[in-house]
């Protein structure tokens, strides 16, 4: 149901608000007509002109279109859950409580103006930019404040997906990239030289990242690791004794699941990109796969990225 361009005013089951734009609301997974009275726990969903609400007579939200939001908290401690999008709240000050609970935890509010946007694809990021006022955060395993002018970006994976790292390993990352955001210039610094030492492992990690984050400071950061990831591989590579993977044929090993090689086969390196060409066939039905180089350097071998038989390599191991 759409309710493009109305404004109505509800009040209800202790709740008030103003509901203006575009918006279908639904009800027990039921849709429900745009001007039935509103009850919490109703999802809003915002159409292509996006939508404003004014709840409890001092939280003033903004919804960009596509946005989702269910309404939560209660009668001077008011509370929105944002499923996905991006919502803009002004807080009045000293009239109550408010929170926007998103899927890695809740922003609280102290009279401000803020912008919270949730993206939920193949990974989970929660992006809060403050511009004026405080608001406290406990988001993944991270609490703090974020003051005006400042903004902070938190990720976690979906559990489904698999980014070719250990729990541990994913764990770490996650909390280095977190600190991408930090108001600490070396922390941030830090974080990056920390994501480059965990090696090409992370690259996967962080160009998902950078395909879906609109944060300016971590993309930039991304940007440094990659770039720092590859410079050490490029270093590494010229290391390596005449004959190495530039000047000679590698051999690639299919592995079982246990780890042990059940096939061997010879390829080469194709480009300074390290990819290898190499017969497909003797790596069908393997759990996996490495490069051994002549120099003795052992990379494991991240995807078939074409039909013309090249293997991407994640790098060093």
Known sequence: MSAA???????????????????????????????????????????????????????????????????????????????????????????????????????????TKFVTSVKANTLIMVSVAVDSGVVSYELKDDTGRIKAGESRSFIDVSPDVDLGLTEDELRKALKLITQLTNREFTVRQKAVSDLIAMGPKVLRLIRSILAETEDNEVILRCGMVIKGIKERRRSAADAEPPGGPRSSVVTVEALND????????????????????????????????????AGGVVRNVLAVVGEQKILGLSGFT
Not at 265 to 281: I, Q, Y
Request: net charge neutral; charged share 25%; glycine share 12%.
């Open 258 to 293: 246990s780890g042990e090689v059940i096939r061997r086969a010879h390829g080469f390196f194709l480009d300074d990109e390290e990819h290898v060409v190499t017969a497909l066939r003797p790596l069908r039905g393997a759990h996996a796969a490495r490069v051994r180089t």
């Open 5 to 111: 361009a109305d404004q109505f005013s509800r009040q209800a089951s202790g709740l008030s608000i103003e509901l203006t734009g575009d918006v279908r609301i639904i009800r027990d997974g039921v849709p429900v007509e745009a001007t039935s009275p509103l009850m919490r726990g109703d999802r809003i969903v915002a159409g292509q002109s996006g939508a404003r609400l004014d709840i409890g007579g001092y939280c003033h939200l903004a919804l960009a279109p596509d946005t989702e939001i269910v309404l939560a908290g209660k009668w001077g401690d008011e509370a929105v859950e944002l499923a996905k999008g991006r919502l803009t709240s002004r807080i009045d000050e000293n009239r109550g409580g408010f929170s926007v609970v998103t899927p890695l935890g809740p922003v609280r509010v102290i009279g």
